[in-house]
T-cell receptor, first 115, second 118 residues
Framework: GIQVEQSPPDLILQEGANSTLRCNFS?????LQWFHQNPWGQLINLFY???GTKQNGRLSATTVATERYSLLYISSSQTTDSGVYFC?????????????????FGAGTQVVVTP | DTGVSQDPRHKITKRGQNVTFRCDPI?????LYWYRQTLGQGPEFLTY????????KSRLLSDRFSAERPKGSFSTLEIQRTEQGDSAMYLC????????????????FGPGTRLTVL
């Protein structure tokens, strides 16, 4: 099956710093989402971004589908940005759309933002 | 629209007991997914429904696990004869195969049910 690798596994930032998280995937995808998991376990949608670039406030993301990677940028980090960031993909298949659905998640990047 | 909800949020049970979890998806979403997440790992896919039809099941879903979505709305996940290895966070997500391709199958997650098997 498709492999999803996230880097770095851990990141410690001082408040106000910028950072880049990376997600590499081993096969073509038709869905890619970035999530932030808060300390209570809730997965919060950040971006639906199978290709292209999007921005939402201090966060932005870019997916280069042809090169099989996605980047999540955090600018001017705040302590509330702490948590685990997951990349999740749905691989493209030659089967019917009924097979489009299940996510393959990466192992996540644990981000700690210190005051 | 209040998002995806799950009940209970926490469940502690003894080994060998049966447990059942409920998921209520976003009301207009026709797809519903179950995932399992253990400590330090990303969520792993268990099964998913389109309307009331269960379209795919992971090999992780042993015969002790069963999921239903009887009327295409809420879903239940039952684990029979629980084992300590079943301790995990069980996450439910929903999505819509709507008309707007840009949001096709964007998945939204509930808060999860944390299961502890003693």
């Amino acid at each position: 099956g498709i492999q999803v690798e996230q880097s770095p596994p851990d990141l410690i930032l001082q408040e106000g710093a910028n950072s880049t998280l990376r997600c590499n995937f081993s096969d073509s995808v038709n869905n890619l989402q970035w999530f932030h998991q808060n300390p209570w376990g809730q997965l919060i949608n950040l971006f639906y971004i199978p290709s292209g670039t999007k921005q939402n406030g201090r966060l932005s993301a870019t997916t280069v589908a042809t090169e099989r990677y996605s980047l999540l940028y955090i600018s001017s980090s705040q302590t509330t940005d702490s948590g685990v960031y997951f990349c999740a993909v749905v691989p493209t298949t030659l089967m019917t759309t009924d097979s489009w659905g299940k996510f393959q998640f990466g192992a996540g990047t644990q981000v700690v933002v210190t005051p | 629209d209040t998002g995806v909800s799950q009940d209970p949020r926490h469940k502690i049970t003894k080994r060998g007991q049966n447990v059942t979890f409920r998921c209520d998806p976003i009301s207009e979403h026709n797809r519903l997914y179950w995932y399992r997440q253990t400590l330090g790992q990303g969520p792993e896919f268990l099964t998913y429904f389109q309307n009331e039809a269960q379209l795919e099941k992971s090999r992780l879903l042993s015969d002790r696990f069963s999921a239903e979505r009887p009327k295409g709305s809420f879903s239940t996940l039952e684990i029979q004869r629980t084992e300590q290895g079943d301790s995990a966070m069980y996450l439910c997500a929903s999505s819509s195969t709507g008309l707007t391709f840009s949001s096709y199958n964007e998945q939204f997650f509930g808060p999860g049910t944390r299961l502890t098997v003693l």
